[in-house]
């Protein structure tokens, strides 16, 4: 099963909030930007942020299996 680390980066003046996701995982590690609107609490954000991570990794994963022809 895969690790994953959330962490804060900045915070923009227009309330935008710039986190770096970091997925260690058997197959290899990844780390990745993700920009979300800020919500309020540190929690909150945080689930924003997983949300837009599992919406990225879904898109990828059906990008990768048209790629294979699967």
């Known amino acids: 099963m895969a690790d994953i680390q959330v962490a804060k980066v900045e915070?923009?003046?227009?309330?935008?909030s710039l986190f770096s996701v970091r997925v260690q995982a058997s197959e290899g590690r990844?780390?990745?930007p993700i920009?979300?609107?800020d919500e309020g609490t540190a929690a909150q954000n945080?689930?924003?942020v997983l949300r837009s991570t599992l919406r990225f990794a879904e898109e990828l994963?059906?990008?990768v299996r048209r790629r294979l022809g699967s």
């Open 61 to 63: 994963a059906e990008s």
């Open 35 to 37: 920009a979300v609107q």
């Open 46 to 48: 945080e689930v924003a």
């Open 30 to 32: 990844i780390e990745f």
């Open 11 to 16: 915070q923009h003046p227009n309330g935008r």
